[in-house]
């Protein structure tokens, strides 16, 4: 047996992506085919490909809806048959457009010719990524371990709200001190509001996702409640829900100097990733937390406490969610927090995590794309008037193709994965 | 002759409690008096730190009654320590039949609870009116998107299949009749248009939960975010430009019905609502009649519960959930059509407010039943439009505090302190047939 035929320890593990996208791997005969899996096959018939295809068809849907909605393409569509060539070009000028200001906005600008302006895109998309590296990771971890971590959002506000109470109450701290502190109350709590969810499921069996969903709402409530109470989170004198602004020495500092707004999250994000990584492959702790996803009644037999690592898992994405909370509220938003402070990411996390098939690096691959959506719809809302809403849309097609490669194959008529 | 892998592992994602960790204790039945006492006394409490005299008005009649009932004028401190005396009664009452061993009717939590909540009505209303018709009238309306949808999640779940994407069947249902009741003029129209929509989503459901076996939470989750996105971008791009031709639905009127509107107080409560609602009333007896009581509902119970045994006796699995979950789709949409046809004139982005998620809830707390769900429902519509008396009143109790409620007694029930929740068997678990 050959070096690269004999199965190393991190190649083994569960992978929350592949109970998502495939039958699991049950009987012995598919486990084999994944030990001497080849790239090649990989990529000829294997989910690499189903991935690219699941992005294309998705952005293809996307067009459609851009062109269906856009005024002239409707116009030269109630006389397609005399000229068609009118309707061709509307279609073209609306699906080109949105996609070139996409690019505009995520990448690079081409219209401007200071360098710092053109590249200033890509730190946009780079800042919008550090939130849901984080939280792909946070979401992800629980995967790993089979649980469905879908309290993003409750996770994020909490701990974001933690993160700001500490960001603006405390003043006069030197930034070396004030800023590591906020930052670790807000991982803190995200990690307990998390943790509850762990500990319910290790103690009385409650189901992570009914949990988790719920504590979204009370969480969304409770920091509801604090934005209305002068001792905690509210603004004296403002009916506003809104906390005061962060003190300066809470606030990440930019890392591109200040014509980019890019800060400190997006590198707390990467070494995240690393830590991450670490752990789930390298570490006896991440072990066993893919020997529980993988199946918790082989892992309690081999005396791993199941319910233990349920919690620990719990409370680790909800820091990781917390992290991405006060990413927002330390760096993107500083101007105060309010319930809305998540800004829909707790729910893109699990989308970057599906994605990013539940490993690190997919994840930061991951994140990385759908922050460069992010940044780019906005800059297609404003410049052509195309609802951002659209990359909603687009980034759920890709889960859903993604989840289901036979409809894929299905749709190219590529042949179906009969040796796997 | 086909066999199924109908194990239901964890990481299939069912609702199903993980059985390897749960540490089963059978003590439901202490559970109960130990809750009680604990609400009886805690109320106590409250009224002996911040006692309110006067006088608490509880007014049954509306304006329009023909014979209206008189208003009830109670000393509100009294009659908050008769009701504890009450509840402690009733507790007792608990106690004995746990001490004896004997099973708790449904009537000991009910009457605590009805006793309970004149009690607290009558404390933080103290010198203040309590308009009952709208109190129970207003937490019916409330409640109709949620019982709605917590049918639809029942009938789901109750074939095998999760149903998390309810909030993006009213979402979809809310979207599709406001357009079709704007194009046609006919509110009636949309209602159709509504439930069509929960069918299309639950189409998409079981196309990757059944027939493509992704996992059920997931395409759940994932299908409410493209609902959202779908519905925010047409908005956006097509409704709002057109408003005056897409989006100005007539509203379904309110329609009081001639002898049974007329009875004192259940009359304004039950029956002056809006067609929706009475629509509401046959499909939730209808539900819980077919489910239980035709072979239908067996064969849907028996998919659900044990698929394998179904497929055995010739039952076609797969294609019964299909037939479920688009009824279940369906009647989840009815429920939309509520907030763009009865609520307001009109969609709106994101106007179900997770609405579906509630109604999750309460298909949880009301134990997979149609009927519980239903009532699960109301009492969460109860505490939203309960909420928004007290702050009327100028109650204590953050309003915050009230719309957390139906969520923290979801955690409790799934945590099994109220009572165990235990969902079907195979709930979650695609069938394959091999």
């Given at each position: 047996m050959s070096d690269a035929d004999k199965p190393r320890p991190d190649e083994k593990p569960v992978d929350a992506g592949d109970t998502v996208t495939e039958e699991r791997p049950q009987d012995a005969e598919t486990t084999d085919d994944s030990r001497s899996r080849s790239l090649l096959r990989e990529i000829a018939s294997g989910n690499a490909l189903a991935g690219v295809l699941a992005v294309v068809l998705a952005v293809?849907?996307?067009?459609?809806?851009?062109?269906?909605?856009?005024?002239?393409?409707?116009?030269?569509?109630?006389y397609v048959t005399a000229r068609p060539s009118d309707f061709f070009n509307a279609v073209w000028e609306a699906v080109s457009g949105a996609y070139n200001a996409m690019f505009r906005g995520a990448i690079f600008n081409n219209l401007v010719d200071d360098p710092a302006r053109q590249w200033r895109p890509l730190t946009e998309t780079l800042k919008y990524a550090g939130p849901l590296i984080l939280g792909g990771l946070g979401v992800g971890i629980a995967f790993r371990a089979a649980m469905f971590n879908i309290g993003g959002r409750g996770q994020m506000i909490i701990g974001g709200g933690a993160a700001a109470w500490v960001g603006f109450r405390f003043e006069g701290l030197p930034t070396i001190i004030h800023l590591p502190l906020a930052i670790v109350v807000g991982m803190v709590f995200g990690a307990l509001w998390g943790g509850i969810a762990g500990l319910l499921k290790a103690r009385t069996g409650a189901h992570e996702v009914i949990v988790?969903?719920?504590?979204?709402?009370?969480?969304?409530?409770?920091?509801?409640?604090?934005?209305?109470?002068?001792?905690?989170?509210?603004?004296?004198?403002?009916?506003?829900?809104?906390?005061?602004?962060?003190?300066?020495?809470?606030?990440?500092?930019?890392?591109?100097?200040?014509?980019?707004?890019?800060?400190?999250?997006?590198?707390?994000?990467?070494?995240?990733?690393g830590v991450v990584w670490w752990v789930i492959n390298r570490s006896t702790l991440g072990y066993r937390i893919r020997a529980v996803g993988e199946n918790p009644h082989a892992a309690r037999a081999s005396g791993i406490n199941v319910g233990w690592i349920y919690t620990v898992v719990m409370l680790i994405a909800g820091a990781l969610l917390g992290l991405a909370g006060v990413n927002q509220v330390l760096g993107t938003v500083t101007s105060g927090v309010s319930t809305d402070i998540d800004a829909g990411i707790g729910f893109d996390a699990i989308t970057v995590a599906l994605l990013g098939r539940s490993r690190p690096l997919g994840i930061l691959a991951a994140g990385l794309l759908f922050g460069a959506f992010k940044a780019g719809g906005f800059t297609m809302q404003?410049?052509?008037?195309?609802?951002?809403d659209l990359v909603l849309v687009v980034q759920s097609l890709i889960v859903l193709f993604l989840a289901a490669p036979p409809l894929v194959r299905a749709i190219f008529r590529l042949p179906a994965q009969e040796a796997k | 002759?086909?066999?199924?892998?109908?194990?239901?592992?964890?990481?299939?994602?069912?609702?199903?409690?993980?059985?390897?960790?749960?540490?089963?204790?059978?003590?439901?039945?202490?559970?109960?008096?130990?809750?009680?006492?604990?609400?009886?006394?805690?109320?106590?409490?409250?009224?002996?730190?911040?006692?309110?005299?006067?006088?608490t008005t509880f007014r049954l009649a509306t304006d329009t009654d023909f014979a209206g009932l008189p208003d009830i004028v109670v000393p509100s401190a009294a009659t908050a320590w008769l009701m504890i005396v009450v509840c402690l009664a009733l507790t007792a009452e608990a106690v004995r039949r746990m001490l004896a061993h004997v099973a708790q009717p449904m009537w000991i939590p009910v009457g605590f609870a009805a006793a309970w909540m004149v009690g607290f009505l009558s404390w933080a209303a103290a010198d203040g009116r309590i308009l009952v018709v709208s109190l129970l009238g207003g937490a019916i309306a409330l409640a109709v998107p949620?019982?709605?949808?917590?049918?639809?999640?029942?009938?789901?779940?109750?074939?095998?299949?999760?149903?998390?994407?309810?909030?993006?069947?009213?979402?979809?249902?809310?979207?599709?009749?406001?357009?079709?009741?704007?194009?046609?003029?006919?509110?009636?129209?949309?209602?159709?248009?509504?439930?069509?929509?929960?069918?299309?989503?639950?189409?998409?459901?079981?196309?990757?939960?059944?027939?493509?076996?992704?996992?059920?939470?997931i395409v759940g989750v994932v299908l409410n975010v493209?609902?959202?996105?779908?519905t925010n971008f047409m908005f956006r791009q097509v409704l709002t430009p057109n408003a005056a031709s897409l989006n100005s639905p007539d509203r379904f009127p309110r329609v009081p019905i001639p002898v049974l509107g007329e009875i004192p107080l259940v009359g304004p409560i039950f029956f002056r609502q809006t067609?929706?609602?009475?629509?509401?009333?046959?499909?939730?007896?209808?539900?819980?009649?077919?489910?239980?009581?035709?072979?239908?509902?067996?064969?849907?119970?028996?998919?659900?519960?044990?698929?394998?045994a179904a497929d055995t006796v010739g039952i076609k699995v797969n294609r019964t959930r299909y037939r479920t979950i688009l009824l279940a789709g369906a009647i989840a949409g009815l429920g939309g059509a509520y907030f763009s046809l009865v609520s307001v004139a009109g969609f709106n982005r994101e106007m179900t407010g997770g609405a579906g998620y509630i109604a999750l809830a309460a298909v949880i707390f009301g134990k997979w039943d149609p009927i519980r769900a239903t009532l699960a429902a109301l009492l969460f519509g109860f505490a939203s439009n309960l909420q928004g008396v007290l702050s009327v009143l100028g109650s204590p109790v953050p309003s915050q505090f009230m719309l957390m409620l139906p969520y923290v007694i979801t955690i409790f029930a799934v945590a099994g302190l109220v009572g165990r929740s235990r969902p079907p068997a195979a709930d979650g678990v695609p069938y394959k047939q091999q």
């Open positions: 293809l849907v996307g067009s459609v809806m851009i062109a269906a909605t856009d005024e002239t393409v409707r116009e030269t569509a109630g988790t969903i719920m504590l979204n709402y009370v969480g969304y409530y409770l920091v509801f409640w604090a934005l209305t109470k002068d001792w905690l989170l509210a603004t004296p004198g403002s009916v506003n829900p809104k906390s005061p602004p962060m003190q300066e020495s809470a606030i990440l500092p930019r890392v591109l100097g200040d014509q980019f707004n890019l800060h400190l999250g997006f590198v707390l994000a990467l070494v995240a990733v404003a410049q052509e008037n195309i609802s951002v | 002759m086909s066999t199924a892998t109908d194990q239901p592992t964890p990481e299939s994602g069912g609702l199903a409690p993980d059985t390897v960790v749960v540490p089963t204790k059978r003590s439901g039945s202490r559970k109960l008096p130990i809750i009680l006492g604990v609400l009886a006394v805690g109320l106590a409490i409250v009224l002996l730190t911040a006692g309110r005299s006067g006088d949620l019982v709605f949808g917590a049918l639809g999640g029942v009938l789901g779940e109750r074939a095998g299949v999760v149903n998390i994407a309810i909030d993006g069947q009213l979402l979809l249902g809310a979207f599709a009749a406001a357009i079709t009741a704007s194009l046609t003029g006919s509110p009636w129209a949309g209602l159709v248009a509504a439930g069509l929509a929960g069918a299309l989503v639950a189409l998409v459901l079981g196309l990757f939960a059944i027939t493509y076996f992704v996992d059920q939470v493209l609902v959202v996105g779908l067609a929706v609602v009475y629509v509401l009333y046959v499909i939730v007896a209808l539900v819980a009649w077919a489910l239980y009581r035709t072979r239908w509902g067996l064969r849907v119970r028996a998919v659900g519960e044990h698929p394998k």
